[in-house]
Protein backbone atom coordinates (compact mmCIF):
# COMPACT_ATOMS: atom_id res chain seq x y z
CA UNK A 1 0.00 0.00 0.00
CA UNK A 2 1.23 3.58 -0.68
CA UNK A 3 -0.15 7.11 -0.96
CA UNK A 4 -2.06 6.64 -3.50
CA UNK A 5 -3.94 3.51 -2.18
CA UNK A 6 -6.03 6.21 0.40
CA UNK A 7 -7.68 9.11 -0.68
CA UNK A 8 -10.87 11.41 1.22
CA UNK A 9 -14.11 10.67 -0.16
CA UNK A 10 -17.84 12.22 0.96
CA UNK A 11 -20.39 9.19 0.90
CA UNK A 12 -23.59 9.70 -0.82
CA UNK A 13 -25.63 6.58 -1.86
CA UNK A 14 -26.60 2.92 -1.10
CA UNK A 15 -24.75 1.05 -3.59
CA UNK A 16 -26.58 -1.95 -5.71
CA UNK A 17 -24.44 -4.50 -4.37
CA UNK A 18 -25.68 -4.02 -1.04
CA UNK A 19 -29.20 -4.18 -2.05
CA UNK A 20 -28.87 -7.35 -4.02
CA UNK A 21 -26.44 -9.01 -0.95
CA UNK A 22 -28.94 -10.67 1.08
CA UNK A 23 -26.98 -12.28 3.39
CA UNK A 24 -25.80 -8.85 4.69
CA UNK A 25 -28.16 -6.18 6.98
CA UNK A 26 -27.27 -2.62 5.52
CA UNK A 27 -28.72 0.45 7.87
CA UNK A 28 -28.05 4.05 7.11
CA UNK A 29 -27.35 6.24 10.20
CA UNK A 30 -29.93 8.56 10.46
CA UNK A 31 -29.09 11.77 9.44
CA UNK A 32 -26.40 10.37 7.29
CA UNK A 33 -28.34 6.97 6.06
CA UNK A 34 -25.46 6.98 3.07
CA UNK A 35 -23.20 6.23 6.01
CA UNK A 36 -24.09 2.29 6.58
CA UNK A 37 -23.78 0.71 9.81
CA UNK A 38 -22.96 -3.24 9.32
CA UNK A 39 -21.57 -5.32 11.66
CA UNK A 40 -22.75 -8.27 13.75
CA UNK A 41 -24.76 -8.34 17.40
CA UNK A 42 -26.76 -6.25 19.55
CA UNK A 43 -26.11 -2.18 18.48
CA UNK A 44 -26.63 -1.15 21.77
CA UNK A 45 -29.66 1.13 22.89
CA UNK A 46 -28.82 4.10 20.79
CA UNK A 47 -26.34 3.88 18.34
CA UNK A 48 -26.11 7.13 16.58
CA UNK A 49 -29.69 7.12 16.54
CA UNK A 50 -30.40 3.43 15.97
CA UNK A 51 -32.19 2.12 19.43
CA UNK A 52 -31.70 -1.13 20.22
CA UNK A 53 -30.77 -2.52 16.94
CA UNK A 54 -29.79 -6.23 16.46
CA UNK A 55 -27.68 -7.08 13.53
CA UNK A 56 -28.74 -10.35 12.73
CA UNK A 57 -27.55 -10.62 9.20
CA UNK A 58 -24.10 -9.61 9.37
CA UNK A 59 -20.84 -11.34 8.91
CA UNK A 60 -21.43 -14.91 8.01
CA UNK A 61 -19.68 -18.03 6.37
CA UNK A 62 -23.01 -19.20 5.51
CA UNK A 63 -21.48 -18.06 1.82
CA UNK A 64 -19.62 -20.86 1.90
CA UNK A 65 -20.60 -24.45 -0.13
CA UNK A 66 -18.43 -26.06 3.01
CA UNK A 67 -18.83 -23.80 5.88
CA UNK A 68 -16.97 -24.81 9.01
CA UNK A 69 -18.88 -27.22 11.45
CA UNK A 70 -20.54 -25.29 14.40
CA UNK A 71 -18.12 -26.44 16.75
CA UNK A 72 -15.10 -25.84 14.69
CA UNK A 73 -16.27 -21.95 14.57
CA UNK A 74 -17.12 -22.10 18.43
CA UNK A 75 -13.37 -23.42 18.96
CA UNK A 76 -12.07 -20.26 17.04
CA UNK A 77 -11.79 -21.26 13.14
CA UNK A 78 -13.13 -19.59 10.22
CA UNK A 79 -13.07 -18.42 6.61
CA UNK A 80 -12.50 -15.54 4.43
CA UNK A 81 -16.28 -14.69 4.15
CA UNK A 82 -15.76 -13.28 0.28
CA UNK A 83 -13.24 -11.86 -1.54
CA UNK A 84 -14.53 -8.88 -3.61
CA UNK A 85 -14.54 -5.29 -4.72
CA UNK A 86 -17.20 -2.28 -3.88
CA UNK A 87 -18.44 -2.33 -7.25
CA UNK A 88 -22.74 -2.64 -8.19
CA UNK A 89 -21.14 -3.83 -11.99
CA UNK A 90 -24.36 -2.71 -13.14
CA UNK A 91 -25.94 0.82 -14.28
CA UNK A 92 -23.50 3.00 -12.28
CA UNK A 93 -19.10 2.41 -11.74
CA UNK A 94 -17.35 1.29 -8.77
CA UNK A 95 -16.63 3.56 -6.11
CA UNK A 96 -13.13 5.01 -6.28
CA UNK A 97 -12.60 4.49 -2.43
CA UNK A 98 -14.37 3.12 0.41
CA UNK A 99 -14.45 3.96 3.94
CA UNK A 100 -14.78 2.18 6.91
CA UNK A 101 -14.58 3.64 10.81
CA UNK A 102 -14.37 1.10 13.87
CA UNK A 103 -16.29 2.11 16.59
CA UNK A 104 -16.62 -1.39 18.51
CA UNK A 105 -14.50 -4.41 17.90
CA UNK A 106 -15.38 -7.57 19.66
CA UNK A 107 -13.32 -9.23 22.14
CA UNK A 108 -11.62 -12.51 22.45
CA UNK A 109 -8.56 -14.39 21.26
CA UNK A 110 -7.11 -14.82 18.04
CA UNK A 111 -9.33 -16.87 15.16
CA UNK A 112 -7.51 -19.45 12.59
CA UNK A 113 -8.59 -18.66 9.02
CA UNK A 114 -8.01 -21.51 7.02
CA UNK A 115 -8.48 -21.91 3.68
CA UNK A 116 -9.40 -25.52 3.29
CA UNK A 117 -9.01 -26.13 0.24
CA UNK A 118 -6.04 -28.24 -0.03
CA UNK A 119 -3.43 -26.32 0.14
CA UNK A 120 -3.28 -26.31 4.06
CA UNK A 121 -2.70 -22.47 4.57
CA UNK A 122 -4.18 -20.58 7.36
CA UNK A 123 -3.10 -17.12 9.23
CA UNK A 124 -3.76 -16.18 12.62
CA UNK A 125 -6.67 -12.86 13.10
CA UNK A 126 -7.98 -10.98 16.05
CA UNK A 127 -12.38 -11.03 15.47
CA UNK A 128 -13.76 -8.08 13.86
CA UNK A 129 -11.12 -7.80 11.42
CA UNK A 130 -11.35 -7.02 7.79
CA UNK A 131 -8.77 -8.84 5.04
CA UNK A 132 -7.00 -6.50 2.00
CA UNK A 133 -4.97 -8.28 -0.99
CA UNK A 134 -3.50 -5.99 -3.59
CA UNK A 135 -4.77 -6.79 -7.34
CA UNK A 136 -1.59 -4.26 -8.55
CA UNK A 137 0.99 -6.84 -6.80
CA UNK A 138 -1.08 -9.51 -8.13
CA UNK A 139 -0.72 -7.77 -12.09
CA UNK A 140 3.37 -7.90 -11.10
CA UNK A 141 2.88 -11.80 -10.51
CA UNK A 142 1.96 -12.45 -13.99
CA UNK A 143 3.98 -13.09 -16.80
CA UNK A 144 4.85 -11.27 -19.77
CA UNK A 145 2.84 -13.32 -21.94
CA UNK A 146 -0.09 -13.27 -19.13
CA UNK A 147 0.01 -9.47 -19.08
CA UNK A 148 -0.47 -8.79 -22.91
CA UNK A 149 -3.36 -11.11 -22.34
CA UNK A 150 -5.03 -9.09 -19.70
CA UNK A 151 -4.15 -5.73 -20.88
CA UNK A 152 -5.98 -6.12 -24.16
CA UNK A 153 -9.20 -8.23 -22.33
CA UNK A 154 -12.07 -7.19 -20.92
CA UNK A 155 -14.90 -8.50 -18.75
CA UNK A 156 -18.87 -8.44 -19.25
CA UNK A 157 -20.82 -8.75 -15.98
CA UNK A 158 -24.61 -10.42 -15.61
CA UNK A 159 -27.11 -7.86 -15.30
CA UNK A 160 -28.02 -7.29 -11.77
CA UNK A 161 -25.21 -9.17 -10.79
CA UNK A 162 -25.45 -9.98 -7.31
CA UNK A 163 -29.28 -11.51 -7.92
CA UNK A 164 -27.75 -13.65 -10.77
CA UNK A 165 -25.73 -15.29 -8.29
CA UNK A 166 -28.19 -15.42 -5.11
CA UNK A 167 -28.71 -19.24 -5.23
CA UNK A 168 -24.56 -20.04 -5.45
CA UNK A 169 -22.25 -20.34 -2.62
CA UNK A 170 -18.76 -19.25 -2.49
CA UNK A 171 -15.72 -21.82 -2.16
CA UNK A 172 -13.77 -22.42 1.21
CA UNK A 173 -11.13 -20.05 0.91
CA UNK A 174 -13.74 -16.98 0.29
CA UNK A 175 -12.44 -16.63 -3.23
CA UNK A 176 -14.62 -17.04 -6.74
CA UNK A 177 -17.58 -19.44 -6.54
CA UNK A 178 -17.64 -23.23 -6.02
CA UNK A 179 -18.89 -25.91 -8.58
CA UNK A 180 -22.30 -26.46 -9.16
CA UNK A 181 -24.14 -23.35 -8.02
CA UNK A 182 -27.39 -22.26 -10.08
CA UNK A 183 -27.09 -18.96 -11.71
CA UNK A 184 -30.53 -17.53 -12.25
CA UNK A 185 -31.71 -17.25 -16.16
CA UNK A 186 -32.17 -14.29 -16.90
CA UNK A 187 -36.32 -14.64 -17.29
CA UNK A 188 -35.76 -15.07 -13.39
CA UNK A 189 -33.73 -11.96 -13.60
CA UNK A 190 -36.63 -10.25 -15.61
CA UNK A 191 -36.09 -6.85 -17.52
CA UNK A 192 -32.88 -5.06 -17.59
CA UNK A 193 -31.56 -2.50 -19.17
CA UNK A 194 -29.35 -3.36 -21.76
CA UNK A 195 -27.18 -0.20 -21.73
CA UNK A 196 -26.81 -0.86 -18.00
CA UNK A 197 -24.67 -4.15 -18.49
CA UNK A 198 -21.11 -2.98 -17.78
CA UNK A 199 -18.08 -4.14 -19.88
CA UNK A 200 -14.81 -3.55 -18.24
CA UNK A 201 -11.10 -4.07 -18.44
CA UNK A 202 -9.36 -6.71 -16.93
CA UNK A 203 -6.88 -4.41 -16.16
CA UNK A 204 -7.44 -1.05 -13.79
CA UNK A 205 -4.50 1.57 -14.34
CA UNK A 206 -4.49 3.68 -11.55
CA UNK A 207 -4.42 7.73 -13.24
CA UNK A 208 -2.06 9.01 -10.82
CA UNK A 209 0.69 6.54 -10.74
CA UNK A 210 0.10 4.67 -14.28
CA UNK A 211 -0.02 1.16 -11.90
CA UNK A 212 -2.23 -1.35 -13.07
CA UNK A 213 -4.49 -3.77 -11.55
CA UNK A 214 -6.09 -7.18 -12.12
CA UNK A 215 -9.08 -6.15 -11.10
CA UNK A 216 -11.99 -8.78 -11.98
CA UNK A 217 -14.51 -9.53 -10.12
CA UNK A 218 -15.13 -12.83 -11.17
CA UNK A 219 -18.09 -14.55 -9.09
CA UNK A 220 -20.43 -11.94 -11.58
CA UNK A 221 -18.79 -12.30 -14.87
CA UNK A 222 -20.46 -13.55 -17.18
CA UNK A 223 -18.47 -13.33 -20.49
CA UNK A 224 -14.39 -13.11 -21.22
CA UNK A 225 -12.76 -11.16 -24.36
CA UNK A 226 -10.00 -12.85 -24.54
CA UNK A 227 -6.95 -11.36 -27.17
CA UNK A 228 -3.19 -10.26 -26.69
CA UNK A 229 -3.11 -7.93 -29.01
CA UNK A 230 -5.45 -4.70 -30.87
CA UNK A 231 -5.56 -6.03 -34.27
CA UNK A 232 -6.52 -9.68 -32.91
CA UNK A 233 -10.55 -10.74 -32.80
CA UNK A 234 -11.40 -11.87 -29.33
CA UNK A 235 -11.95 -15.16 -28.76
CA UNK A 236 -15.53 -14.94 -26.57
CA UNK A 237 -15.61 -17.37 -23.43
CA UNK A 238 -19.26 -17.68 -22.10
CA UNK A 239 -18.46 -20.94 -20.58
CA UNK A 240 -19.35 -20.53 -16.55
CA UNK A 241 -16.66 -23.52 -15.36
CA UNK A 242 -14.03 -21.82 -18.01
CA UNK A 243 -14.50 -18.33 -16.95
CA UNK A 244 -14.20 -19.82 -13.48
CA UNK A 245 -10.98 -21.60 -14.28
CA UNK A 246 -8.90 -18.48 -15.89
CA UNK A 247 -9.90 -15.92 -13.00
CA UNK A 248 -9.15 -17.96 -10.09
CA UNK A 249 -5.86 -19.18 -12.05
CA UNK A 250 -4.87 -15.57 -11.87
CA UNK A 251 -6.25 -14.86 -8.29
CA UNK A 252 -5.31 -17.60 -6.44
CA UNK A 253 -1.21 -16.99 -6.63
CA UNK A 254 -1.93 -13.72 -4.27
CA UNK A 255 -4.11 -15.70 -1.20
CA UNK A 256 -1.34 -16.50 0.75
CA UNK A 257 -0.63 -15.31 4.23
CA UNK A 258 2.57 -13.58 3.08
CA UNK A 259 0.36 -11.03 1.00
CA UNK A 260 -2.99 -10.64 3.15
CA UNK A 261 -3.36 -7.67 5.28
CA UNK A 262 -5.62 -7.22 8.25
CA UNK A 263 -6.63 -4.19 9.54
CA UNK A 264 -8.48 -2.53 11.80
CA UNK A 265 -6.13 -2.86 14.78
CA UNK A 266 -8.33 -0.69 16.98
CA UNK A 267 -11.24 0.69 18.04
CA UNK A 268 -11.57 4.06 16.14
CA UNK A 269 -9.52 3.40 13.45
CA UNK A 270 -10.46 4.66 9.98
CA UNK A 271 -9.61 2.68 7.32
CA UNK A 272 -9.58 4.29 3.47
CA UNK A 273 -8.87 1.67 0.55
CA UNK A 274 -8.32 2.20 -3.09
CA UNK A 275 -11.08 0.13 -4.45
CA UNK A 276 -9.71 -0.03 -8.12
CA UNK A 277 -6.41 -1.61 -6.44
CA UNK A 278 -7.54 -4.11 -3.84
CA UNK A 279 -10.03 -6.66 -2.78
CA UNK A 280 -11.36 -7.22 0.43
CA UNK A 281 -13.05 -9.54 2.48
CA UNK A 282 -14.71 -9.89 6.34
CA UNK A 283 -13.83 -12.41 8.29
CA UNK A 284 -16.55 -14.36 10.54
CA UNK A 285 -16.54 -14.68 14.43
CA UNK A 286 -18.57 -15.86 17.51
CA UNK A 287 -20.94 -14.22 18.34
CA UNK A 288 -20.09 -14.72 22.06
CA UNK A 289 -17.47 -12.59 21.81
CA UNK A 290 -19.29 -9.62 21.59
CA UNK A 291 -20.72 -7.08 19.02
CA UNK A 292 -18.85 -5.66 16.03
CA UNK A 293 -19.73 -2.03 14.75
CA UNK A 294 -18.38 -0.67 11.50
CA UNK A 295 -19.63 2.62 9.56
CA UNK A 296 -19.39 2.28 6.02
CA UNK A 297 -19.03 4.55 2.57
CA UNK A 298 -18.12 5.01 -0.75
CA UNK A 299 -20.17 6.60 -3.45
CA UNK A 300 -19.98 5.58 -7.35
CA UNK A 301 -17.30 6.80 -9.16
CA UNK A 302 -18.32 9.54 -12.36
CA UNK A 303 -15.62 7.65 -14.48
CA UNK A 304 -15.20 4.63 -14.62
CA UNK A 305 -11.91 2.21 -15.13
CA UNK A 306 -9.49 3.01 -17.61
CA UNK A 307 -7.68 -0.19 -19.29
CA UNK A 308 -4.21 0.10 -20.82
CA UNK A 309 -6.20 -0.53 -23.89
CA UNK A 310 -9.36 0.64 -24.65
CA UNK A 311 -12.03 -1.84 -24.92
CA UNK A 312 -13.37 -1.50 -28.96
CA UNK A 313 -16.60 0.49 -29.55
CA UNK A 314 -18.47 -2.13 -30.96
CA UNK A 315 -17.70 -4.33 -27.89
Avoid at 233 to 257: C, H, M, S, T, Y
Wanted: aromatic letters at 10%.
Amino acid sequence: MDKHNSFTVTPLERTPEQKFNQGREVTGIPGAENVRLIGKGFQGENHFGIVNHTIERGLSNDFHAVPPSVEEFEQGITRFQRWHIDAPLYGKDPAWFTTLRCVTLPKGPDLTVEWADGSCQTMKSSPGQTAYFSTSQLYSMLSPEEKTLVDHSWVEYAPYPYKWIEKCKGNTNGLGLAEGGEHLTEEELGEYDKTAVKKYPMVWVNPLTGEKAFQVHGICARKLYLRSSKEEQPRIVEDLAEIRKFILGIQNRILRPEYILLAPAEEGDMIIWDNYGLFHSAIDYPISMGPRSMHQANISGSIGPKGPVPIPLMA
